[in-house]
């Protein structure tokens, strides 16, 4: 059985820093493109950051560009998100994603591009 396990949620401040984890089991998703995406409270999903199947390329969505560095170890199956200098508007919940090369290059930022889909962790940013 696939699965992707999101931790490391919580109730911040603004400004100070989160390390998101998503941990994948049941095959390994070395050759996957993978990325974080995130849902606020009466919004639609939308996009973070993704990354590719070596990890040597990045994107992120312009919201958290410089603030949030998305990191993977293909060894180990898992997939990180630093999260630094946050702010009230990054509360809600991060899912991780993983989808195949194939549909993962030219449409990273796409959800659909995505398989296999975490539960989800909550991140409340307030004072």
């Known amino acids: 059985q696939v699965q992707l396990v999101e931790s490391g949620g919580g109730l911040v401040q603004p400004g100070d820093s989160l390390r998101l984890s998503c941990a994948a089991s049941?095959?390994?998703?070395?050759?996957?493109?993978m990325a974080w995406f995130r849902q606020a409270p009466g919004k639609e999903r939308e996009f973070v950051a993704a990354?590719?199947?070596?990890?040597?390329?990045?994107y992120y969505a312009d919201s958290v560009k410089g603030r949030f560095a998305i990191s993977r170890d293909s060894a180990k199956n898992t997939l990180d998100l630093q999260m630094n200098s946050l702010r009230p508007e990054d509360t809600a919940v991060y899912f991780c994603a993983a989808g195949p090369s194939f549909t993962w290059y030219g449409s990273h930022s796409d959800s659909s591009a995505y398989h296999y889909w975490g539960q989800g962790t909550q991140v409340t940013v307030s004072s």
């Open positions: 049941g095959r390994s998703f070395s050759a996957y493109g």
């Open positions: 990354i590719n199947w070596s990890g040597g390329l990045a």
